[in-house]
């Protein structure tokens, strides 16, 4: 790439050294960098970029952008500096890779629960629809049904343009994202163009960073506000009508705004809910008619995540009684209260309930069903949000015996985050199990034939983060194989 143009979107900058012409990458990692290449030094919460100069050096890199001194030989390497080169970089990652966003129809989710639901629900309609799609979040990056796995939720502002432009390059047409609050505010969204943007809900989650609901909330609006103000452009805004802070991201968009909801007026309202073991029915009422829904996808948190990404597709142009006849044949989202499918004597869940208002929504969405006990593991990650677990614990009290554990403890204690745990408890049915391991086995030797069991936290996530080593962990596959043990079968339900 010309190296002029790259630049260019810069308006603030000091030149040492003379420029090359033309670059061959852009990148944030210098162990990246190859020969020719522009290195930005980004300073993080645990690494700061301008200590790895030398080695971008090293690599072949043959311009730093840089906010602070850097020693390099000014005859083989040129330094750009600027004021912040996390702000650099937004401008620069979307230059580099042509603009991406604009060469398709961008759809962001965010909220506290949901986004990985939502967003899986539209690329799976789009997917069936035979339409090229691209959805990028929790799970991974999902092109066109080959899944790759990404670090974060939403990735630094370089890698989510790279994402975008792959999308782009293999002739998507839609591209999902999950968007959450840190990346909104950190600037990671920057030079992304949405052409529709979801609001799912809000509850109690990473007051660590955020520090109060109010600033929680207001990240979460920045991607309405971010819409833009150009409204010769079709966009659209998305909200939940059944969550209070829907009326508070309205007043943040100029564009028109499509409500769903159950139990509040919305322009796509879900009426005469069913709701089984196995399947949930219900009336959906849309701009374009009423439509008989039936699902394979359970729980009402289901049934308002399905109405999002219905309002979502209904705005990118599709006719709801598409979108109803390819919702009937979506599986459960990878992780999201998903059944461990097997011929055992007892039913058991994944989830990936992380906050109370999702570990609620698990439990009620099997509590119809239950005959006999319902087991609950639950766990919080370490060096995270502390004022949850409490209030976590409180929720899951719901089930008649309760497992405490971890959820990537990384470098906190057991006993630290147990007994915060423990506080929050409103009965004495419950233990207290550091190790993830061996608290899923005690909840299945606690089991007996007719239980429900909810592992909650990890949901589709094939790792334990302890310490600072990533290592292989599946709640599912460990209750499978205790559950052999206990049962004596370990039959899979064709």
Known sequence: MELKQLLSVLPVKKITGTLPEMVSDLEVDSRA???????VCITGFTVDGHAYVQQAVNNGARVIVSSKPVDVDLEKVAVVTVDDTSRAIGLLAPCYYGYPSKKMTMIGVTGTNGKTSVTGIIHSILQAANEKSAVSGTIGFNLNGTLYETENTTGDALATQGLIAQAANEGCQTMAMEVSSHGLVEGRLAGTEFDVAVFTNLTHDHLDFHGTMENYGEAKALLFSQLGQDLTERKFAVVNADDPWHERLMEKTSYPVLTFGIHHEAVFRAKNLILEADQTSFTLVAPDGEFK???????????????????????????TVDVVKYLAQIEPIAGRMQKVETALPLTMYVDYAHTADAIQKAIEAVMP??????????????????VKRPIMAKEASVADYVVLTTDDPRDEPYETILSELEAGMTHKQYACIGDRVEAVKHAVSVAEEGDIIIFAGKGHEDFQIIGRKKLPHSDADIALEAAKKKFGTIEVDS
């Open 369 to 386: 069903y239950k005959t006999n006990k319902l087991i609950f593991v639950i766990g919080t990650g370490g060096n995270r949000d502390r």
């Open 33 to 39: 960098v190859n020969p020719g290449g522009v290195f």
């Open 293 to 319: 829904v039936k699902m394979k996808l359970i729980g009402e948190f289901s049934v308002s995540n399905a109405l999002a990404a219905t309002a979502a597709l209904y705005a990118k142009g599709m006719s």
